[in-house]
């Protein structure tokens, strides 16, 4: 399954963005669709997940409060709503996307995702 991301940019700190998420085929009600980013030296890190089948959204600590991750069922899209943005969000966001509901404890693990999008680059300047 291909994953086409967008909404990527360029922002001052305490601005926002919308991330989109379109996978290429429908995604069905058992599945976990998720985000997460790596910035330049370091590992690909949790932002976001949502397990469909209960309509659970988990975060990052470091995003709690501040990103919203949503589904739009009819357009097939997921979003997230990035919320007063801070220079340490500053990565390449994935979308990704895995054919089963997960257990929470591996939301996490970008190893439990089977397909995963090209990313969108997000810089947040001081």
């Known amino acids: 399954v291909q994953l086409q991301a967008s909404g990527g940019g360029w922002v001052q700190t305490g601005g926002y963005l919308r991330l989109s998420c379109v996978p290429e085929t429908r995604t069905s009600r058992s599945s976990t669709m998720g985000w997460f980013r790596q910035a330049p030296g370091k590992e690909r890190e949790f932002v976001a997940a949502t397990r469909l089948y209960y309509g659970s959204r988990h975060y990052a600590d470091s995003v709690k409060g501040r990103f919203i991750i949503s589904r739009d069922n009819a357009e097939n899209t997921l979003f997230l709503q990035m919320n007063d943005l801070k220079p340490e969000d500053t990565a390449v966001y994935y979308c990704?996307?895995?054919?089963?509901?997960?257990?929470?404890?591996?939301?996490?693990?970008?190893?439990?995702?089977?397909?995963w999008g090209q990313g969108t680059q997000v810089t947040v300047s001081s």
């Open positions: 990704a996307l895995t054919k089963s509901t997960l257990i929470v404890s591996n939301l996490y693990n970008p190893d439990a995702y089977h397909y």
